[in-house]
């Protein structure tokens, strides 16, 4: 079966740091563009950053730029959010997901097929 599993998130400081990494199980994702949103309490869910099949281009929302890094490791099957000078504001559950179609970056989570359960991030103030 198809999965995506995030880890790594957790309760940390604002202005410090987490990683969360996103394992995916059942079929490789490495020709799909990853990405990664975020919904915080009474809140839509946001796009956060997206990366593309290669890893060679990103793109991030600019509530996180210069503060957040997206890559991937294929040869892991996994793809990374790096998080630094964390704010309260970043607190969020934060989700991992698969697009199908073309190799375009994508913005927008219906245009998203696959899905992990979801972690929780807060930042403390």
């Known amino acids: 079966q198809e999965q995506l599993v995030e880890s790594g998130g957790g309760l940390v400081q604002a202005g410090g740091s987490l990683r969360l990494s996103c394992a995916a199980s059942?079929?490789?994702?490495?020709?799909?563009?990853m990405g990664w949103f975020r919904q915080a309490p009474g809140k839509e869910r946001e796009f956060v950053a997206t990366?593309?099949?290669?890893?060679?281009?990103?793109a991030y929302a600019d509530s996180v730029k210069g503060r957040f890094t997206i890559s991937r490791d294929k040869a892991k099957n996994t793809v990374n959010l790096q998080m630094n000078s964390l704010k309260p504001e970043d607190t969020a559950v934060y989700y991992c997901?698969?697009?199908?179609?073309?190799?375009?970056?994508?913005?927008?989570?219906?245009?998203?097929?696959?899905w992990g359960q979801g972690i929780q991030v807060t930042v403390s103030s």
């Open positions: 990366i593309s099949r290669g890893g060679g281009s990103t």
């Open positions: 059942g079929r490789t994702f490495s020709s799909n563009i």
């Open positions: 997901a698969a697009a199908g179609g073309d190799y375009r970056l994508k913005y927008k989570s219906n245009e998203y097929a696959y």
